[in-house]
């Protein structure tokens, strides 16, 4: 098979050593002749491995300790309404970045006040909306801090003067992150550390359990309750054990490879070269505010003239064997995503495909 770089947008492409260690645990978990997709989650083993992954969270995004990570089932699409159901009273505040950020809003509404505080929608969500008032009267403010399917981040812990609320899918783990500026931050695995079936939580436990002056709606259910998996250390019912497995040897490779400090680094060389060539490349253009460009997801188009030659350029780099860099429906044209196990070799071989396709093209 000839090499080939994927620039999958999610889920998306894992450090090698951490899929060739799921490959051996499917056939031997921890020298018990078990397979990690057979062993069970009560056995002192896999205990072994949670408390592992969860302090390598700790370690890793210097998580204080009274914040709980617990992990769940659901996706990030599952604390869209997990989140207004656990912290939601009266009126909650959404910064409307894109469709991620409009869908959470959204399930908020069942559960109260939803003020949508800025939002870009009208320009395609092609920037960041700045200078907006954050209500002081809502219980907290939600943001979403990559925008994954636009290529926008939000790249600084933002000042807040109530509970700030972040949905970091695409972006966790991929710069340092001051956590004591959140109340919690939550996302898909799928996008930077592990494979899809397991979401993270990072919770303050002081903003939990404050809902009872709530009218009209149900107690929360048993699940819902992030209560009910921090008290269990997220083995209420059965977690997502072969996701965990994973994300815990996608977090040790991160941690013996300089660890966030060391992928933030790795992360700015390779948007620095691969947004150099968009903005050097006659053929090409990028689609976002330069100064709200994600390091994540890098959205670019062809430029005016050139519209006829996507489908071609789409074929060259197919070719030569980039994977996942067709953009999404709603903004078309290109999208590679960066994450983590994705090299700047790998960056520079889409730049070559870029040249190479400009000296033919242009
Ligand atoms: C992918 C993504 C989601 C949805 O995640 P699921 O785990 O598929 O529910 C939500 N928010 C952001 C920012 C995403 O990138």
Redesign the pocket.
Known sequence: MAQVHIFN??PCVLPKEATEAAINAIRNFDNTGVGVLEISHRTPGWEKIMEETVQLWRDLLNIPENYKIIFLG???????FTVPANLLNKKAAYLQT?V??K??GKEAKLFGETEIVASSEDKNYSYIPKGYKIPTDADYFHI??????YGTEIKEDIDCPINLVA?????IMSRPVDVKKYALIY?????NVGP?GV?FVIVREDVLGHIQDRKNLPVLPTMVDYRTHIEKDSMFNTPPVFAIYVMHETLKWLKENGGVEGAYKRNCEKADTLYNEIDRNKMFVGTVAKEDRSRM?VCFVMAKGYESKEADFMAYAKANGMVGIKGHRSVGGFRASLYNACTLDDVKALVKCMQDFEKQNA
């Open positions: 947008a999610g659901g996706g990030a699409s599952t604390q869209f894109g991620w950020a869908k959470a979403t801090t990559n925008n994954t399917i949905d970091m899918s695409s972006d996302g898909g695995a799928q996008k899809a979401t997801n």
